[in-house]
């Protein structure tokens, strides 16, 4: 609706909405001319059909084969399976509706169902989350080719490159998201494949780079997905380490002001704070950052910043960013081209022996 406005394209939306309500006007108008056309004739057959009784049952009164009676029920019968004859004329206009309203459920339908089941007597130990000659497409469209790299434990990666070069896919595979077609993922000497979905995706948090949230409370969306009680001394702890505590208490409601949908009643950096204390709360091993800082003012990138610097401490950190003022720092940047790695080591590595790298960081005026 806001993008609508500011583009003062009221005119075109309305004549839009106007074209699909004619379409289906005249959609709805010729179902009933055909209605109209079939109903008066299956009426006339079924008119035709009780004449056609009246003669042949009087024929069979006068010879004594029948008595008025009989012919009495058989007209009520003939009458009685009429209303199911004459509703068939609407039979095929309804089929075809059912049709195409189901179509999309039953593409859902047939997704294959994921088997979340959380394993309480498995423990995951710690170590490197290693991809080896891993390959990976969309369709037919190669995404990810013989991609090895590892992550260390309880260090800081930063994933760089260029508009879909297959940073946020690996993003997807880490969460399982989606299957490798080649390849093996370990995390230490565990393929992650053979742990349940719900024990792995449990390991990992991740900060969003959409920062969209759930219709509901400011509460509600930081103990989303927590699966433990947590006391409102505990939750403000984590608020006041995300940096939003401040700026929630601000509200008549606080904790429980609603949010709206998607989060739309507060600004992108508080949203961003908001998963940032979810993390916090849910404190996971391994944490996602998709482009965490990106697009905000400098206050709130500052305040967003420091909440990250706590929350990556001593936890395995995996960051995405097309800029590299929040990467720039990482004990290892690997840098994906066409989805494949062509560089792994660390900024100033990279700077001296990377040419692409070079680029990209004098493209973003970070250079030092």
């Not at 006339?44 to 008025?68: C, D, E, K, N, Q």
């Not at 601000?250 to 989060?263: A, I, K, P, S």
């Not at 400098?298 to 395995?316: D, F």
């Amino acid at each position: 609706m806001r993008l609508v406005k500011v583009s003062n394209t009221e005119r075109e939306e309305l004549d839009n909405a106007h074209k699909n309500l004619k379409e289906i006007y005249f959609l709805g108008l010729k179902q009933a001319k055909i209605t109209a056309i079939i109903q008066p004739i299956t009426g006339v057959i079924m008119l035709l059909t009780i004449a056609v009784i009246l003669g042949f049952g009087a024929i069979r009164i006068s010879t004594g084969a029948i008595t008025a009676g009989t012919l009495i029920a058989m007209i009520f019968y003939v009458i009685q399976l009429s209303t199911p004859l004459v509703n068939l004329s609407t039979l095929v206009t309804d089929y075809k509706k059912a049709i195409g309203a189901s179509s999309r459920i039953h593409e859902i339908m047939e997704e294959p169902i994921e088997t979340i089941e959380f394993n309480d007597q498995l423990t995951i130990p710690d170590g490197n989350l290693t991809f080896a000659d891993v390959n990976f497409k969309y369709g037919v469209k190669p995404i990810l080719k013989d991609v090895s790299f590892e992550i260390p434990y309880s260090k800081v990666t930063a994933f760089v490159g260029p508009s879909g070069s297959g940073k946020s896919t690996i993003f997807n595979i880490i969460e399982r998201m989606y299957d490798i077609e080649q390849g093996e993922i370990s995390y230490g000497s565990t393929s992650i494949y053979d742990l349940s979905l719900a024990d792995w995706r449990a390991k990992i948090g991740y900060v969003m780079q959409s920062n969209s949230l759930m219709s509901g409370t400011i509460r509600d969306n930081i103990l989303y997905g927590i699966n433990r009680q947590v006391t409102d001394e505990e939750l403000i702890h984590y608020a006041k380490m995300a940096n939003c505590h401040e700026f929630i208490e601000q509200f008549e409601d606080g904790y429980d002001t609603l949010v709206g949908e998607r989060g739309l009643k507060l600004s992108g950096g508080q949203r961003q704070r908001i998963d940032i204390a979810r993390s916090f709360v849910k404190n996971p091993d391994i944490l996602l950052l998709d482009e965490a800082t990106a697009n905000l003012d400098s206050e709130s990138e500052r305040k967003i910043q420091e909440a990250l610097e706590v929350l990556m401490e001593n936890r395995t950190t995996v960051v995405i960013a097309h800029r590299l003022s929040t990467i720039k720092k990482a004990e290892q940047i690997i840098f994906l081209d066409g989805g494949v790695v062509t560089g792994k080591g660390t900024h100033q590595e990279l700077m001296a022996t990377h040419e692409k790298y070079q680029a990209f960081v004098n493209t973003q005026n970070l250079a030092d």
